[in-house]
C-alpha cells in the first residue's frame, strides 16, 4: 500500500483504484449493447463519455444542488459540470446504464437476486478492501440507498427521508468516512406497509 500511495498522484488515479478501466469497460460496453438491442440501433456511449458521467455524478454530490436541471441553470448550475457535458445528453445516458448481460440475467437471478450489478458490485467491494487502509477506528450501520425500481429485495424504511430504497450494511472508516466494506441486505419478504404502494419507475 505504501508504494501504491506514493504512485498515485491524481484524483483520476485514485478513483480508479476502486472503479477500475476493466469495469468502466464492461459498463459501457453491457449499456451500448442493451440500449442498441432495446431502443436505439445507432446508440453509442465512448468511454471517456461513462467517466464524465460519473464525474458529474460524484460532483452533483459534493455539491448537494437541489435538482438535476438546476445544475445546468444560470443562477444555480455548476461551471464544471455545464463544461463537462450537456444536460440533454446527461440524461440520456441516465436512462441507459446496465450493469450485466441481459441476456444470461434471468437464469443467474435464479441464485443470485442481486444479479443485475453483483458482478460489479463484487468488485468494487474488493477494491475498496484492498486500496484503502483503514484506521483503528471503523464504524458500521445500516443505510438506506434511494431506488425507485421495482424489485423483490426494495424495502421501505418509515424512519428514512427517502422511505424506499435497497439496504446496505456499510462499513466505514470513522476519520475519513471512507467505505471500507459494504454488503446488501435482502428482506425476507417484502416490507411495504398496508396502503403504501412501491415506487414506480
Known amino acids: 500500500m505504501a508504494k501504491a500511495r506514493r504512485s498515485i498522484l491524481t484524483g483520476l488515479q485514485s478513483f480508479l483504484c476502486f472503479i477500475t478501466l476493466d469495469m468502466l469497460g464492461s459498463i459501457q460496453d453491457c449499456t451500448v449493447q442493451h440500449t442498441k438491442l432495446t431502443e436505439y440501433v445507432d446508440w453509442f456511449m465512448a468511454l471517456p463519455e461513462l467517466m464524465a458521467f460519473i464525474a458529474i455524478i460524484i460532483l452533483r454530490g459534493l455539491t448537494k444542488v437541489p435538482s438535476l436541471s438546476d445544475c445546468w441553470s444560470a ?57 484503502y487502509n483503514s484506521g483503528r477506528h471503523i464504524t458500521t450501520d445500516e443505510q438506506l440507498f434511494l431506488s425507485k425500481t421495482r424489485c423483490c429485495f426494495l424495502q421501505y424504511v418509515a424512519t428514512k427521508p427517502d422511505k424506499f430504497g435497497i439496504k446496505f450494511w456499510v462499513a466505514c472508516d470513522l476519520k475519513s468516512s471512507t467505505s471500507a466494506m459494504s454488503s446488501h441486505i435482502f428482506a425476507r419478504t417484502p416490507v411495504v406497509p398496508v396502503g403504501r404502494d412501491c415506487p414506480r419507475t
Not at 434471468?106 to 486500496?131: G, L, P, Y
Open 75 to 131: 443562477n444555480l448550475g455548476n461551471p464544471q459540470i455545464i463544461a463537462t457535458m450537456s444536460r440533454n445528453r446527461f440524461k440520456d445516458i441516465m436512462r441507459h446504464p446496465c450493469f450485466d448481460d441481459r441476456d444470461t440475467r434471468s437464469e443467474r437471478t435464479k441464485t443470485d437476486k442481486f444479479a443485475a450489478i453483483s458482478a460489479m458490485w463484487s468488485s468494487f467491494v474488493t477494491n475498496c478492501i484492498t486500496s
